[in-house]
């Protein structure tokens, strides 16, 4: 009879429990902001930690060429869209 191991043990490995986002999420945030008529605006996206909401938004701002436009600001723990 063979031995069992002793430090391993048979298991099926679970599915991550982690959502992926769709990236639009970002895009469309910036695009209804741009369309809009407000010069600053406070962004909100449930289940997105503030200093990922705010690289995200700045690398889409750059990746779309609206750095001349547009810029985020980070005041506290509130992420902010402004126009410039």
Do not use: H, N
């Not at 010069?39 to 779309?64: C, D, E, M, N, W």
């Not at 609206?66 to 600001?73: D, F, G, I, P």
């Amino acid at each position: 009879m063979a031995e069992k191991p002793k430090w391993i043990v048979p298991e099926k490995l679970p599915t991550p429990v982690r959502v992926l986002r769709r990236r639009g999420e970002y895009d469309e945030c910036i695009q209804e902001f741009v369309q809009s008529e407000l010069t600053s605006a406070l962004i909100s996206i449930p289940g997105v930690r503030p200093g990922t909401l705010y690289s995200q938004l700045t690398k889409r701002i750059k990746a779309r060429g609206l750095k001349e436009k547009v810029k985020v600001a980070k005041r506290k723990d509130k992420i902010y869209l402004v126009k410039i």
